[in-house]
């Protein structure tokens, strides 16, 4: 097996390319950024990967928490358990700041191996597409890994619906609403408190319009060279949608993407809220 480097986290410096949901655009820059010359953005199994590593350090963070001064000592006596029975599970714990340390070394290591992977393909520039991920995750990354930079990418919000009907995470009433929903939630949560200032923000439908001035403005923000503005490989947005949905769809998700967008305009108040 081949030996994962040891670095600390402030060694790593991968480029976050985030979006408020899924298929709002990072996929287009995903595809933009790896046509080039010098780069590389991994896929969102990576980020799954990180979101159960992120996921398990706050919940054994906060069991270490509610059970602090009820731990129990060993050996066990009688006499050493109280007039409650003791919760074994949350009270027979090893110490919670190696113990979280560990979780956290192993986050860094995911992304050492990703850094190891593309500088062994020449391609130093990397990074990861996290689509749809809560802002506080985010805010976890960027305490681990303080040189990660930020780029949001935004785009359609009903083609980004019809794309995840495509790929069957949308059926039904319900799973268009929690789809929306997490769009929606993200967006706010970012106004609310951005994790990083200045962040860069790049929008697919300005692609279609001048594809040359989009890839050079991406290239700029990201130092990644080379990147192969090829229009065709997009596709027509319409054409796609009227090819996924039928009409009854269609007019479900329209009036729940207008609903949403209508909400989230009146609660931000500015920005430009595509998706």
Known sequence: MQKIPSLKGDELEPILLWSP??????????????????????????????????????????????CEGRRLQLPLTCQAIPDRPPNLN???????GPYLGVIADSYINILASCQDHANGIDRPV?????????????EFFLTLIPGARIIIAHGDLLDAAAKAHAYGNLCGDQAVGNFLAI????????????????????????FAVNPDAFCRSLSSATGIAGIA????????VQTRIKN????????????????????????????????
């Open 21 to 66: 949901q899924a298929f709002c655009g990072e996929d287009l820059l995903q595809y933009l950024l790896c046509s080039s010359s010098n780069g590389i953005i991994f896929g969102a199994h990576i980020a799954s990967d990180l979101a159960i590593l992120h996921d398990l350090y706050v919940s054994r963070h906060r069991t270490s928490q509610e």
């Open 90 to 96: 949350q009270e027979i714990l090893p110490d919670p």
């Open 126 to 138: 990397w990074g990861l597409s996290l689509p749809g991920w809560p802002v506080q995750r985010l």
């Open 183 to 206: 769009w929606q939630e993200n967006m706010s949560a970012w106004q609310r408190k951005p994790p990083a200032p200045c962040v860069p923000s790049f929008h697919a439908q300005d």
């Open 229 to 236: 503005a090829q229009p065709a490989s997009v596709g027509s």
């Open 244 to 275: 996924v949905f039928n009409r009854s769809e269609l007019a479900m998700i329209e009036a729940a993407t207008a609903s949403v967008l209508q909400a989230t305009s009146a609660t931000l108040g500015k920005g430009r809220l595509s998706a």
